[in-house]
């Protein structure tokens, strides 16, 4: 039962340019420049940074390969996809496991993503009413503080983001995401830069980078390792079925592996610029490097405070942010709102409503983490930081070993070199090592070694 030459029934993309575009859209978000700065800053920088990048590289790429090309044999939503791989394959239905807990994920991912999406939301006016001028790093963490700890404003910020990324979903993801990736995202990574180019008037620059790139281990755990291959996955919207989704919209062959590996290098390029942005400033201004979700809150505005133009510049800076933010949002949903229109046989805009509301009551628990339930800890943990390990840590690297032991062991060599359709015989033989036996090893070694194991 090949569908190949089928479109999808949600459509299709324009162009390879306009997948590649969305792809990027998905992976550049705020896991790039909100949480790749903050949990390096935690887990205490360049061992970090350089296993999240081996973790990129080696892993993240050959699966990225894998889900684009699961994709587009599958043709329909991640369960589906997965149930008629199974069938064409002759391997046991159970392999639909992937594509429920890839939708689930991506439902619990976006409860908080929406949460801090409207942070964003919120600094845009903070920015444009000149609240960052001359701003301390002490004024930005009482400015932080303050926003925060209102559950009310918390409620209304993350009910804008969750309507307006609903009613985009509803319209069907293609509208108006080619542009918004074309233009708004290079034109965030030159805002990027300019932060950049303050953070190297700081005097702290090379404390930044230091910081970064010096490899020291010490601070480095096992459960570091786990958080840096997470947000590999994260980062690169791996092991929950969007990229795989977004891979069923592809109309013709195109180079997967091309496409990854570009895809691969511009979100880490992103993340690389915001930290190499972000740290002179945590060290110029005292802050604290590990001082969690807040860290690029109680940065940024600094940096834009004590420029010319800031108010103006501050103000684009958070608006792109909202746009990057977006652009990935509406691939964490479109796993679920294309199963309620295939399984629950519903109008793209109910399945878009339902889901919009369960996300939305599920993202009020975040809200509540960082003001009334802030001291309200589970195994030391709050109900954000759970959400976070759970998802990130455990099911995108859970998806993304059944993903590779799918596309490694269940699809034959000859379908998986056909539709990868690689130039390269070594190329192809590289990618069905890794995804055959080294990253279903690898992820599983660093899972147990993190969960205490050995
Ligand atoms: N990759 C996005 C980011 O870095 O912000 C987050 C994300 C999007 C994760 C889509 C997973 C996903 F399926």
Redesign the pocket.
């Given at each position: 039962m090949n569908n190949n030459d089928q479109p999808s029934i949600h459509g299709q993309w324009s162009s390879r340019l306009a997948f590649v575009m969305a792809a990027t859209g998905?992976?550049?978000?705020?896991?790039?420049i909100w949480?790749f700065p903050y949990i390096t800053g935690e887990n205490g920088g360049s061992a970090f940074v350089l296993f999240y990048v081996l973790c990129v590289a080696t892993l993240g790429i050959p699966l990225m390969m894998a889900e684009v090309m699961l994709g587009r044999r599958g043709k329909r939503t991640p369960i589906n996809a997965m149930r008629a791989l199974a069938a064409e394959t002759g391997t046991s239905q159970h392999w639909q496991f992937i594509g429920w807990s890839g939708t689930l994920a991506?439902v619990l991912?976006l409860s908080y993503?929406s949460v801090i999406g409207g942070w964003t939301i919120g600094y845009i006016f903070h920015a444009a009413n000149g609240h960052f001028s001359d701003l301390s790093g002490k004024g930005a963490s009482t400015l932080f503080g303050d926003f925060v700890g209102d559950p009310w404003v918390q409620i209304g910020w993350h009910t804008v983001f969750m309507l307006i990324t609903m009613s985009i979903v509803a319209r069907g993801v293609r509208h108006g995401l080619e542009k918004a990736v074309t233009y708004l995202m290079p034109a965030l990574v030159v805002l990027l830069l300019v932060v950049l180019g303050y953070a190297m008037t700081t005097g702290y620059f090379m404390k930044g980078l230091a910081f970064l790139f010096t490899p020291d281990f010490s601070h480095f755990s096992g459960t570091s390792a786990l958080t840096a291959l997470g947000h590999a996955f994260?980062?690169?919207?791996?092991g929950?079925?969007?990229?795989m989704i977004y891979g069923s919209y592809v109309p013709q062959k195109i180079s997967i592996a091309g496409t990854s590996v570009a895809i691969a290098v511009a979100?880490t390029m992103v993340a690389l610029i915001a930290g190499m942005a972000i740290f002179p400033i945590v060290f110029a201004n005292a802050l604290e490097p590990g001082a969690g979700p807040s860290l690029i809150f109680e940065t940024i505005p600094v940096a834009f405070g004590h420029m010319a133009g800031g108010t103006l510049f501050g103000t684009l800076f958070f608006v792109l942010l909202l746009i990057a933010?977006w652009t990935?949002?509406i691939?964490?949903v479109e796993p679920a709102v294309t199963m309620m229109i295939e399984n629950l046989n519903m109008t793209r805009h109910r399945a878009a409503f339902w889901t919009g509301l369960v996300t939305w009551l599920l993202g009020l628990g975040t809200t509540f983490s960082f003001n009334v339930w802030a001291d309200v800890e589970v195994l030391g943990l709050t109900f954000f930081e759970h959400l976070d390990f759970l998802t990130s840590n455990l099911m995108?690297p859970i998806g993304g070993i059944c993903i590779a032991l799918f596309a490694g062991w269940a699809m034959s060599k000859h379908v998986s070199r056909a539709e990868l359709n690689m130039n390269s015989d070594v190329g192809y033989a590289l990618w069905h090592a890794l995804i055959r036996v080294i990253a279903p090893i690898a992820v599983s070694i660093v899972l147990l070694h993190a969960v205490g194991a050995f």
């Open positions: 998905s992976a550049v978000g705020l896991g790039n949480k991506g991912i993503y994260f980062t690169l919207s791996l929950m079925g969007a990229i979100d933010a990935s949002s691939s964490l995108l």
